[in-house]
């Protein structure tokens, strides 16, 4: 098994579901008492949320840069970030370092592209839903999807940032979800994908009334086959 390398910490919530998440992946893959290799540097996220300015994300890209180079240097082959926000910074991470990384839209796009999905909603922080950064890789795989609402932008920043980052999972998020999910839906939208790490907290990704497409367990599957020798 190669040796992979995980920028963590934003939040400790999403890295603990990918802790658990690869580690089954590779049990499954090998056996019962198999565990995955893992190099992991958990970040502050104090000083990584919330970002508006382009001097605050230049900062993070350097924050994430240096993590990168220490995770190659101390032994990592591969590289993922556990983070669906943070991959703004990507190509300045992947830059700075010469081994590969895993963006987690491409797998999310090459997924949806399998099963053939080309129409979906993105739902996520800010960031994510606003920005071209993350949707621009999704169109790439043939994904049409819907414009963000301002109001929905609103409503999962609120939950995001209030609750889920820090461990919270509250009905009020859960019927929020649901509601912003159906709504997409009566939109025009064929799937979800989940672009953000710790929705899952309050979103059924198996019981839905759309598919769900969620971006840190697709993620971690991809690493996982990655660190069984497959190349993205």
Known sequence: MRKLGLIGGMSWVSTRTYYECINLQVQKRADAMSSAPLLIESLDFRSLYGL???EEWDRAAVT?????????????EGLIIAANSMHRVYDRVANAID??????????????????????????????????????????HGIDLLPP???TVETLDRFIYDQLMVGKATRDAQRALKTIITQKEQAGAKAIVLACTEL?????????????????????????????????
């Not at 994430?64 to 990592?76: K, N, P, V």
């Not at 979103?203 to 759309?210: E, G, I, K, Q, Y």
């Not at 990655?226 to 993205?232: L, N, T």
């Open 64 to 76: 994430l840069s240096d993590t990168a180079q220490r995770l190659e240097a101390a032994g990592a």
């Open 149 to 151: 609402e301002m109001d």
């Open 99 to 140: 081994i590969p990384v895993l963006h987690i839209a491409d797998c999310v796009g090459r997924r949806m592209a399998a099963d053939k999905v080309t129409n979906a909603a993105l739902i996520g922080t800010r960031n994510v839903m606003t920005e071209s950064f993350y949707r621009q890789r999704l169109v790439r």
């Open 52 to 54: 508006q300015s382009e």
């Open 200 to 232: 899952e907290m309050v979103v059924d990704v198996n019981a839905n009334v759309l598919p769900i497409y969620d971006s840190a367990r697709i993620h971690c599957e991809a690493a996982a086959e990655w660190i069984f020798g497959r190349d993205f």
